[in-house]
Each structure stands twice: as C-alpha cells, then as structure tokens.
C-alpha cells in the first residue's frame, strides 16, 4: 500500500524559510514521479515542482520564482520541498503526492495517483 506522509509545516515569519518532508513507503520510487502542491482556503490546488526519482529529472511552476527546491534522501526514503522567502501569500496546506511514470514529471494534480495528507504552513506577520 502506497503511503506518503508529509512533516515540517508550522509557523513562519515573511521572508522566513521552512523545509517539508515527504517519507514515502509502498512504493518502488524508481517507477515514480513525486510532486509537491498546496491548497489554500478557497483556492484550487496548485502544482509547486515535482522531481522523477530515477533520473533526478525535477521542475518547477513558473511560479516559483525560484525560491522553492526539491531534494531527495535516498537512504530515508524521504523528498524534501524547501521554501525559502517565504510570504503570507504562501499560507496553505502543502501536500505530495506519486505519479506512477515514465515521462517527465508533471505539476498538473489531476495525474497523481496518490496522496499524503498535507501539512499546514502559515506564513503571518
């Protein structure tokens, strides 16, 4: 059973930085895509970056400018989102999510077949 489980979410001040934590389990990851998107009251989900686990492949919504970075710990199993410069307007609900594929990765949350439960992060002054 596919089993992602997302950490790291909390309190931060505008231009603060955080770093979520996805540990998957269940799965091959060689044979998957793993994405990061979040939800904010009253919004659509929105794709943040994604990162195909077997050859590294990552991008990232253009939206990012940059300040979001996917990495991955081989060892714990575990991909990482950090945000850095963070502002209020990044105030969501960040989850991850697996994309059984070989193509390149995607942002688009409708291909994903599987979810964590996503971890709170708000940004307040």
């Known amino acids: 059973q596919v089993q992602l489980v997302e950490s790291g979410g909390g309190l931060v001040q505008p231009g603060g930085s955080l770093r979520l934590s996805c540990v998957a389990s269940?799965?091959?990851?060689?044979?998957?895509?793993i994405g990061w998107f979040r939800q904010a009251p009253g919004k659509e989900r929105e794709g943040l970056g994604c990162i195909r686990y077997n050859d590294d492949y990552t991008r990232y919504a253009d939206s990012m400018e940059g300040r979001f970075t996917i990495s991955r710990d081989d060892a714990k199993r575990t991909i990482y989102l950090q945000m850095d410069r963070l502002t209020i307007e990044d105030t969501a609900v960040y989850y991850c999510?697996?994309?059984?594929?070989?193509?390149?990765?995607?942002?688009?949350?409708?291909?994903?077949?599987?979810w964590g439960q996503g971890t709170q992060v708000t940004v307040f002054s």
């Open positions: 999510a697996a994309d059984q594929t070989i193509l390149p990765c995607t942002v688009v949350p409708g291909v994903y077949d599987h």
């Open positions: 269940g799965l091959k990851l060689d044979y998957y895509a």
